[in-house]
């Protein structure tokens, strides 16, 4: 009888198929883009990263190029997690078709490059952010996965306070000063920053945003958006300057990156008595301040300016597959826990020891894919 013939899974077979939306100023370059890439040999192998970090729920991947490997790591609400590095004639070949994708020109490996194309997976839409700068090891790659629909609806599902809220709303809605979003890197600050806008009373004011063409946020209602092209050399400034000739009440800017910008902001906010809304990554509401008063020449008028800062923190919830282990008393008694009330503590789901006689390894959770946690809530902080 002749030997059954072993079936050799192709890279993106071991998870459910990814389909990709090239990006490009027109429909032709779109589609000349596509096709350029699904040609390409690393097409399997890039289909399968982004598959795997979206099955894993990552917010953000990076690439790691050196001489001889590329290494790789995944990141979960925040959290870094290290996966198995790919060779680098597999990793070359996936970045030139993600770099394809995103428009860009992939035999340049120094230069810093941005860019951005579409995904679908499991019949839910995300923008794939991609920047790629060569550093002396070699090149290091950076994508951020935003899903076109966010699983909530409002302040209240991201875990605001109702006298939270409603002090929010009271400040948001009443005429000058700055106001600062902030969170950990790779918290969820886009998303607190959506609804926090759409819950500005943007029907009776005039919003306006100044965003970098190539990262600019989903619109909103009744806050038009005005773009500057770092590519072409526009900065902030550029569009600022023709923007305040409209006389908006309230400018909406997800990142300011000069003292040239905070100047004209700053004027903006105590001499005409508008409103300006920023975010800036930070820990705390504090080191937000910090971070924004470098840019302030004057820094008694960011202070006069200032109305509020926001800053939130994701707390993780164990997923259903958490495993009860036996309650230390030593731990019991510095919790303040009388004995006898808890019998049992849970932790995150730990593998059972590798067996070498396995032909498979063991199963992990289909809900958090072995993370541990699977739902997420923000907690958010004004001052």
């Not at 050799?8 to 090239?22: A, G, M, N, Q, T």
């Not at 773009?227 to 300011?256: C, S």
Request: aromatic share 6%; proline share 9%.
């Amino acid at each position: 009888m002749a030997k059954k013939q072993e079936v050799v899974k192709l890279p993106h077979e071991y998870f459910p198929p990814i389909v990709f939306s090239p990006s490009g100023p027109d429909n032709a370059t779109q589609q000349a883009n596509g096709i350029q890439a699904r040609q390409n040999p690393g097409y399997t192998y890039a289909m399968a990263l982004l598959a795997e970090a979206l099955s894993k729920r990552a917010d953000s991947l990076m690439l790691d190029y050196t001489q001889a490997a590329v290494a790789l790591q995944f990141s979960v609400d925040g959290l870094p997690q290290n996966a198995p590095q790919r060779d680098r004639a597999s990793g070359d070949a996936m970045l030139v078709c993600f770099k394809l994708l995103a428009d860009l020109k992939p035999g340049e490996r120094q230069a810093r490059q941005e860019g951005r194309f579409g995904a679908e997976f499991r019949g839910q839409k995300y923008v794939v952010n991609i920047v790629s700068q060569g550093v002396k090891t070699g090149e290091r790659v950076m994508f951020k996965l935003l899903p076109k629909k966010i699983p909530f609806s409002n302040l209240d599902d991201l875990g605001m306070r109702d006298k939270m809220r409603d002090q929010f709303k009271a400040l948001i809605n009443n005429g000058r000063g700055l106001t600062i979003f902030s969170a950990p890197p790779g918290l969820g600050l886009s998303t607190t920053w959506k609804f926090a806008i759409e819950a500005a009373d943007r029907f009776i004011r005039d919003y306006v945003a100044v965003e970098s063409k190539t990262f600019a946020d989903d619109e909103i209602i009744n806050v038009n958006p005005y773009r500057y092209d770092p590519a072409a050399g526009e900065t902030p400034e550029d569009v600022l300057r023709n923007v305040l000739l409209k006389q908006p009440d309230a400018i909406v800017i997800p990142e300011i990156t000069n003292k040239e910008t905070m100047g004209i902001l700053l004027q903006f906010i105590n001499d005409d008595e508008k409103m300006a809304i920023t975010r800036v990554p930070a820990r705390d509401a504090c080191e937000a301040i910090l971070r924004l008063l470098p840019l302030a020449n004057d820094r008694e008028g960011f202070a006069k300016s200032l109305k509020m800062v926001i800053n939130q923190r994701l707390i993780r919830k164990l997923c259903d597959c958490k495993q009860a282990v036996p309650a230390p008393p030593q731990l019991l008694q510095q919790l303040g826990i009388p004995p006898g009330r808890v019998q049992v503590l849970y932790r995150e789901w730990q593998p059972p020891p590798p067996d070498p006689k396995a032909k498979e390894p063991p199963p992990v959770c289909a809900k958090c894919q072995g993370v541990g946690d699977r739902k997420s809530t923000r907690l958010n902080s004004s001052h």
